[in-house]
């Protein structure tokens, strides 16, 4: 027993004596190396990566940037996927801006220190580079308003509001058929016109008369009391549109309890009701006509839950009984969907079937 315990502190003794010998070796080898000038260089070198790994550098401060801007990033969007209504108006307004330009910031963070300050790889700074990634990425969220109406279309049978084959030149629940998608107010808006081969207009772009919607009569898509009115607001010219005339000429229509139907860019001293007016589903309303911020002539038309235009949220809104072209069979409530690229329209076209009651 004793001899055993004597041999085991013997065998620890040597085996540290021998772990003291090889560090003083060592330590003998690395001064060594300390004199002689290329493997100085190296030792140096290996020094300063070491250092580099290591330690935290000013130009690491999008490392630091990102967690918080992932956080807001986090909060911004159960909030608004919450769809609480009027916050959610007043925050689509900055917070989706703010935090791209935050996010725009950082990337910019990252690639400025990995290019110039020839930043060595760690797995953080790794990780944070693919979280800037993902950030960037979560951008794609706020392409939609998020509106508390979304699962809660109007119940108002809605007619189209042009006769004959109409064109969706936007519409529909996705940005890819819908541009409007991200104003709140318009969320789920339509513009309509009519199309020949795909083209919305035969000879000179630049002249309003070109267009086959021009000058067609616009019909109330719902019985209603007309809210406001506003006229005297002239053509744009095709492709150049007047981005301070807004809606141009247009016609708020109240459809229901805060249920607002707005009808732009109608055609100057066209219109055929004022307000206070009520008017039946069928009702002639006005002209088509390119007033406002309108790229060409065409019928703007959504729903929303307040009577001033660009404020408040979109409303979905269906229309009733029409026929896709090339179909026989009849849509009884439906979305339309639009779609566009470079000039030539492959929304869909629809037509209201039986013909609606023209007032
Ligand atoms: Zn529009």
Redesign the pocket.
């Known amino acids: 027993m004793v001899r055993g315990l004597i041999r085991s502190w013997l065998t620890r003794t040597s085996r540290s004596e021998t772990a003291r010998v090889t560090a003083v070796r060592d330590s003998q080898r690395w001064s060594s190396l300390e004199w002689k000038g290329p493997s100085l260089v190296r030792l140096t070198d290996a020094h300063a990566r070491l250092d580099s790994r290591r330690a935290f550098r000013a130009s690491d401060w999008w490392v630091v940037g990102l967690p918080v801007v992932a956080g807001l990033d986090l909060a911004l969007y159960l909030t608004l996927q919450s769809r609480p209504g009027a916050l959610a108006v007043r925050l689509w307004g900055w917070a989706p801006p703010a935090l791209m330009a935050a996010i725009a910031l950082l990337a910019g963070g990252a690639l400025t220190s990995a290019l110039r300050s020839k930043t060595t790889w760690t797995w953080f700074r790794g990780s944070a580079f693919v979280g800037i990634c993902l950030l960037v990425w979560s951008v794609s969220a706020y392409l939609t308003y998020p509106s508390s109406y979304d699962d809660r279309p109007s119940a108002v049978p809605f007619q189209l509001p042009l006769t004959g084959p109409v064109t969706v030149a936007?519409g529909g629940p996705t940005h890819r058929v819908n541009y409007?998608v991200a104003s709140p107010s318009?969320r789920w808006?339509y513009?309509l016109l009519v199309t020949s081969d795909g083209r919305s207009y035969q000879g000179d772009p630049l002249e309003v008369q070109s267009y086959h919607a021009y000058g067609r009569e616009v019909r109330a898509p719902a019985a209603g009391l007309v809210h406001a009115v506003h006229d005297g607001d002239p053509d744009a010219v095709p492709g150049q549109p007047d981005r301070h005339r807004r809606a141009g000429n247009h016609i708020v229509l109240e459809v229901a309890p805060r249920e607002y139907l707005l009808i732009a860019h109608l055609k100057a001293s066209s219109l055929a009701v004022q307000a206070g007016d009520k008017v039946g589903a069928g009702q002639l309303l006005g002209l088509v006509g390119n007033s406002g911020n309108s790229s060409e002539p065409h019928v703007?038309l959504h729903l929303q839950d307040t009577p001033i235009p660009d404020t408040g949220e979109g409303i979905p809104l269906l229309f009733t009984s029409y026929r896709l072209q090339g179909q026989s069979a009849v849509v009884s409530r439906g979305m339309p969907l639009g779609g566009q690229r470079r000039g030539r329209f492959f929304g869909q076209i629809v037509e209201s079937f039986p013909r609606p009651v023209i007032l």
Do not use: G, L, Q, V
């Open positions: 936007w409007h318009e808006a513009d703007h």
